[in-house]
C-alpha cells in the first residue's frame, strides 16, 4: 500500500517517528518514501564508484548503476578521471554497452555521436552549423578521490565533501590505498529495504548471535559488549590502551564521531592481543600496506551516509558499497584490495584474503531478508534502539533531516 492509499502523509510519518526506536513500517515498505530516497539522498550525496586501479591506463573505463542511472567512469590519456551519465545527448540512448575496458572514444551504438573519454562530444554528422559541439558533452558527474576511492556525485550541485576528504585521509593514509590495486568484488543482493541493510552494517548488537566467524578474531566486548557489561568495561580499557599506543606510534586512533551534521565517521580499534587481521584464523593473509610495516593488531574504518564503509588492516582493505535497486532489494557490493605489487599465488590466496567478509556478508544476506520479511508483517511495530546501537540513532537523524 503507497502513501497516496493512506492517510498519513511523509512529512506526517516523519513528525510522528519516535526518537531512539525504529522507524516506521512505512520507510521501510513504501514506494513513494523509496522514490524521495533516492531524488534526495542517493541523487544528492557522494557515492562510492570503484578504485583507481581498476582505470589504470588512459581509455580504461568501467560501468556502474545507482538512483536508476548508469554511471560512466573513465580515465583520460592525461590521466584525469571523469564521470558521466550513459545517455547520448542526441535523443537519449545508451552510449556505452560494455561493463568495462578500454577505448579511445564511445560512440553511441544509434546513430553514432562519438564521445572523448571525458565525455566530450568530438563527432556528430550533420549537426547543424549554428550549434556548438561543446554544449553536447555527455552529462557530467562530479568526481572526488580519496587515497584511491573514486566517489561521483549526481547532483548539479553537490553536497560539501570536503571534511570526508580531510578526515578520511587523516585515518587511512597509512594503508596506502592509493598503491593497492583490486583482487576481488563480490555482489550479494538483499532482499531487503536500503536502510534495514545500512542499519545492519553500522552495528554489532546482532554480531554475537549472527556472526562467529568474525567474533572468533574480534576483541571480546565489542560484539558482545550488550551482553555482558563486565565484558564491554573490560573491552572498553582494552582500546582506550590500544588507542593511546596507536596515538604513541604517530597513528590516529581517537574516534572521529557523527555530530549531528557531517556524513561520516571514522575510527580505529584492536582486534584480539593475538589476530594480526580480519582473516579466517587471524594471521596475515598479504603483504603489508602502506606504512603498515608492523602488525598493531588492528583495523581502520571510514564510514560515510548513504552508503559506503572501508574497513583497512596492515595486510589488506576491503570496501563495501551499499546500493538500493528496489524499495526491498539492496545490492552489497565488496571491493578487496592488497599491496598492488603482490603476487597471486605467491604473497597471497585470494579465497584467504576475501574470507571473513564473504562469510560475514552471507550470513547478513539472511538475517537481514528475515528482517525485512518480520518488517512487513502486519504485526510488525518499531523497538528501541538499545545502547549498542547509538549509531543507528545517529543516522535515523541525519536520514529524516534529509527527508524533510
Given amino acids: 500500500m503507497t502513501l497516496s492509499e493512506q492517510t498519513d502523509s511523509i512529512p506526517e510519518l516523519i513528525k510522528n517517528q519516535r526518537r531512539g526506536w525504529a522507524l516506521d513500517q512505512a520507510f521501510y515498505a513504501d514506494p513513494d518514501i523509496f522514490e524521495r530516497d533516492v531524488q534526495r539522498i542517493f541523487m544528492r550525496h557522494w557515492i562510492f564508484a570503484g578504485h583507481v586501479s581498476r582505470i589504470p591506463e588512459g581509455g580504461d573505463f568501467f560501468v556502474f548503476t545507482v538512483a536508476g542511472e548508469q554511471i560512466l567512469v573513465s580515465r583520460t590519456n592525461n590521466g584525469d578521471i571523469h564521470a558521466m551519465f550513459n545517455v547520448c545527448r542526441h ?31 568530438l563527432v556528430a554528422k550533420t549537426l547543424p552549423a549554428d550549434l556548438d559541439k561543446a554544449d553536447f558533452s555527455m552529462p557530467p558527474c562530479h568526481v572526488r578521490v580519496l587515497e584511491g576511492l573514486i566517489f561521483v556525485n549526481l547532483a548539479e550541485e553537490p553536497e560539501p565533501f570536503d571534511e570526508v576528504m580531510r578526515d578520511g585521509a587523516a585515518f587511512l593514509e597509512p594503508h596506502g590505498l592509493s598503491d593497492t590495486k583490486v583482487i576481488r568484488r563480490q555482489s550479494w543482493h538483499l532482499n531487503a529495504n536500503w536502510k534495514l541493510v545500512w542499519e545492519n552494517y553500522n552495528e554489532c548488537y546482532h554480531c554475537h548471535h549472527a ?64 589476530v594480526v587481521t580480519h582473516s579466517e584464523d587471524g594471521s596475515r593473509v598479504a603483504p603489508f600496506i602502506g606504512e603498515m610495516t608492523e602488525q598493531d593488531n588492528g583495523l581502520t574504518a571510514l564510514i560515510t551516509f ?19 535497486l528496489d524499495v526491498q532489494l539492496t545490492e552489497i557490493e565488496a571491493t578487496w584490495l592488497v599491496n598492488r605489487d603482490a603476487v597471486e599465488g605467491v604473497d597471497y590466496d585470494i579465497d584467504r584474503v576475501s574470507y571473513l567478509w564473504s562469510v560475514t556478508t552471507a ?35 541525519w536520514y529524516l533531516q534529509q527527508l524533510r
Fill in 363 to 397: 550470513q547478513d544476506k539472511v538475517i537481514v531478508d528475515a528482517n525485512q520479511a518480520g518488517v512487513n508483517s502486519r504485526r510488525y511495530q518499531p523497538g528501541p534502539y538499545v545502547a549498542a546501537e547509538q549509531k543507528l540513532n545517529h543516522f535515523v537523524e
Fill in 211 to 274: 556472526h562467529p566467524q568474525f567474533c572468533a578474531v574480534t576483541a571480546e566486548g565489542l560484539p558482545a559488549s550488550s551482553d555482558s557489561e563486565r565484558v564491554g568495561q573490560a573491552y572498553q580499557e582494552y582500546e582506550r590502551k590500544w588507542q593511546l599506543e596507536t596515538e604513541e606510534r604517530g597513528r590516529r586512533a581517537i574516534p572521529i564521531e557523527w555530530d549531528g551534521r557531517q556524513v561520516h565517521f571514522c575510527f580505529r580499534m584492536p582486534l584480539k592481543p593475538d
Fill in 306 to 324: 548513504p552508503g559506503f564503509g572501508v574497513q583497512a588492516y596492515c595486510d589488506y582493505a576491503v570496501a563495501f558499497r551499499f546500493t538500493p
Fill in 91 to 121: 535523443r537519449g540512448s545508451r552510449v556505452c554497452s560494455e561493463a568495462e575496458g578500454n577505448a579511445s572514444c564511445h560512440i553511441c551504438p544509434y546513430h553514432g555521436w562519438t564521445y572523448g573519454t571525458d565525455g566530450s562530444l
